[in-house]
Structures are given as structure tokens and as C-alpha cells.
């Protein structure tokens, strides 16, 4: 059997460790991919680090994918060798094949988006796209066909964590809604990016702390997407007019407001048995979508930076991560990259 360079984790909690092993065949209504390009989130170090949502070891981790179709599963039509695709790896994508099934999130790159770019996409858009568009309880519903064409609906927003790679895609969204006012909270450095991707005013969070955001927006806003700091989205409160929306990212953290009090719609974008159909429908919806809004530049990936090193260069990136040494960039690698 022919094979292949990936990154494993062999018992719980063990540290990743470069290992070879073989490259699968894809099953019913899977393809394998050749990933080119593979991005980094904090959810991969979290799940080593904790031991948390994995079925069984040795694991192969990581989301995010794009890369050229190596073979087609039984069943699977409309694709062929070689086509580009993007899309959510299921089992595993630190390697340099994964196979994916094509009823899950799999999508082909437009011409004019690049495996780098796409690869930044699947996990934090899906946060960020479902809980802005799907209705509630796991979105605020304000697009809940997902379509690149609805009518502009005004609106203000704050995206606190915006410069997370969640909150570069929250920023996007809100735009492509018609929101007139979308504020971020981000350390300074990003401004620039920020407001390149639709922010209209950016807050500090080097000058203005929490207790004062509030202050500091002058105004409450309709809409708040939360994605990170746990404190914060206790703020978020102070920031929301009446009647108004936040949406966090974080599955646990705490929330200890009277949101009957403002008559708020809260929702947490995490799903979980009682909504994991709803999400996967909404899913589907946005995965029909994702390409339209690519190509019409209503979203493009986040801003990246690519590791060195091919496969093993994961590891590094990794560490960075946990480290919290990564701002305002997606780490992408190369497995392919035999250079280093
Ligand atoms: N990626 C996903 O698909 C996903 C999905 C669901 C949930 N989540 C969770 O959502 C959070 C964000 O994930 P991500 O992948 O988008 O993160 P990320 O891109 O790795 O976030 C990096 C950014 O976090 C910001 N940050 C760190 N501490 C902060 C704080 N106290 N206040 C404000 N900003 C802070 C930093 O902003 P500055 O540079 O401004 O300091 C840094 O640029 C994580 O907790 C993750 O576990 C992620």
C-alpha cells in the first residue's frame, strides 16, 4: 500500500508526533484528496490537550483542507481527478491525503481563490456564517436561506474578538447583510486589516478595556457576535440595545445576564444533541452557498502565513497556537512541500 506523511496522536493527550501511515481508499460517497493546503485551528491543540471529542487512538487531527480530488468513492458523481476542492476532513487532514464525504462539507474552489486562501475557511466560517444566518436556537437568523441575495437589511454590530480568525469572517458577514455600523474590538494592530474586511470603527482592546467598552461604543449596537475572552461575553450585554442579539462561539462560557430583562435573542453557535440536525441542515445551506460568495467577493479566507517544513512543519504551528503566539493570521501548511 502506498503511503503517506501525517501528524498523530497516539493516546490520549500524547503529544503530536510525525508518523507515516497508509493512504486510505475513499469510501461510499467519499473522495480522497490530495491536500495542498491545510489551516490550523485552536480546536486541534484543544482537543489534544483535553481529550475531548475524539472517538478513539491513534487520531489523526485537523479541519481544514483544500486540495486536488486523488480518487472517488462508490457512488460519488459530478467530480473527477484532479478536480479542486475545499472542505471539512472529517478524518483527519494533518496528512497529505484525507478522505471526505461529499455530503459533508466539500466544495470546488472558484478560479479565482487559491488552496491557501480556501484552506483558512471551513471551521470559523461555519461558526461564524451559522451564527449570524441559521435561526435560532443556533443562530440569530438573519439570513436563514443563506443566500447571497437578499435584500440589504440596516443594522449595527459589534465583534468582539474580531480579530480572531471567527471574527474576520463575522466582519464579512455583517457587511454582506447591509449593516451600516460594524464595530470591532481587536488590538490596534489590525485596524487597517479590519476595516478592509468591513469594519467601520475599531476599538482598541490595548487602550479600552473591557469594564469600558461599553463607554467606548458610544451607542448600543443590534447584533454582537462574541468569539472570545470569557468575561467578555458578559460585556456584550452592556453593549446590546434592548431587544437586541449576541451570539458567541464559546460552547462554556458563562453567561450571567438577565437577557429577559433587554428581551434578548442569546445563542450559543455550539451544536449539540438536541440541535445537531438543525445545524446540519443549516450546514448544507451554507455549503451550497460558500462558493457563490467566494467568487462574488462577498467573503474572501482570512489573512494566512505558511509553515515551513511540509507536513512536520504542523507541529510547530501547533505549538505556536497553544502558545497563543498566533494574531490576526491563520496558520496554513504545505504537505506536499518536501523543500525544507
Ligand atoms: N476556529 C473555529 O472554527 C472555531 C469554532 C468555534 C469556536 N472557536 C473558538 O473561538 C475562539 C476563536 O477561534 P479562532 O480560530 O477564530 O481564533 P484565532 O484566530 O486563533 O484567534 C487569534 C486571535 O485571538 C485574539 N485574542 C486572544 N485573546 C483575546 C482576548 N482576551 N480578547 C480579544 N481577542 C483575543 C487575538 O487578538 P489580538 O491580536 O487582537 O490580540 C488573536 O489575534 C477560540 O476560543 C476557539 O476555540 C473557534
Redesign the pocket.
Known amino acids: 500500500m502506498p503511503t503517506q506523511q501525517v501528524i498523530v496522536v497516539e493516546s490520549p493527550k500524547a503529544p503530536f508526533v510525525l508518523a507515516t501511515r497508509e493512504i486510505p481508499s475513499p469510501e461510499k460517497g467519499e473522495v480522497l484528496i490530495k491536500t495542498m493546503a491545510v489551516a490550523l485551528?485552536?480546536?486541534n491543540w484543544?482537543q489534544r490537550e483535553y481529550n475531548i471529542l475524539v472517538d478513539k487512538y491513534p487520531v489523526v487531527l485537523g479541519?481544514d483542507v483544500a486540495g486536488t480530488v486523488e480518487a472517488l468513492g462508490e457512488g460519488v458523481e459530478g467530480l473527477k481527478k484532479g478536480d479542486r476542492v475545499f472542505g471539512r476532513a472529517v478524518k483527519g487532514g494533518f496528512g497529505q491525503y484525507t478522505a471526505v464525504p461529499v455530503a459533508g462539507f466539500l466544495v470546488p474552489i472558484p478560479e479565482n481563490a487559491s488552496f491557501d486562501e480556501v484552506a483558512t475557511i471551513p471551521?470559523?466560517f461555519?461558526?461564524a456564517c451559522i451564527g449570524l444566518f441559521a435561526a435560532a436556537p443556533i443562530g440569530l437568523g438573519l439570513n436563514t436561506t443563506f443566500s447571497c441575495n437578499i435584500p440589504p437589511q440596516d443594522g449595527s454590530a459589534l465583534v468582539?474578538?474580531?480579530?480572531?480568525?471567527?471574527?474576520?469572517f463575522a466582519i464579512q458577514l455583517l457587511k454582506s447583510l447591509g449593516f451600516s455600523r460594524i464595530v470591532t474590538?481587536?488590538?490596534g494592530?489590525?485596524s487597517e486589516y479590519l476595516r478592509q474586511l468591513g469594519a467601520t470603527e475599531c476599538i482598541d482592546?490595548g487602550e479600552v478595556p473591557l469594564e469600558s467598552l461599553a463607554a467606548a461604543l458610544r451607542a448600543p449596537v443590534k447584533v454582537i457576535y462574541h468569539?472570545?475572552?470569557l468575561a467578555?461575553l458578559n460585556t456584550a450585554y452592556d453593549c446590546v440595545t434592548e431587544g437586541g442579539s449576541i451570539v458567541t462561539?464559546?460552547?462554556t462560557a458563562p453567561f450571567d445576564q438577565d437577557g429577559e430583562r433587554k428581551k434578548l435573542l442569546f445563542v450559543r453557535?455550539?451544536p449539540n444533541p438536541a440541535t445537531i440536525e438543525q445545524f446540519k441542515k443549516s450546514q448544507e445551506l451554507m455549503v451550497k452557498n460558500v462558493s457563490e460568495m467566494l467568487k462574488r467577493g462577498i467573503i474572501t479566507g482570512?489573512r494566512y502565513e505558511v509553515l515551513p517544513g511540509g507536513v512536520s512543519g504542523i507541529l510547530g504551528g501547533l505549538e505556536k497556537?497553544q502558545k497563543?503566539d498566533?494574531?490576526?493570521v491563520?496558520l496554513v501548511a504545505h504537505p506536499h512541500d518536501t523543500s525544507a
Do not use: E, F, W
Open positions: 485551528n485552536p480546536a484543544i479541519n471551521m470559523a461555519t461558526s468582539i474578538g474580531a480579530a480572531t480568525s471567527v471574527g474576520q474590538y481587536a488590538s494592530v489590525h482592546r468569539t472570545i475572552d467578555a462561539c464559546q460552547p453557535v455550539a482570512n497556537l497563543g498566533v494574531r490576526g491563520k
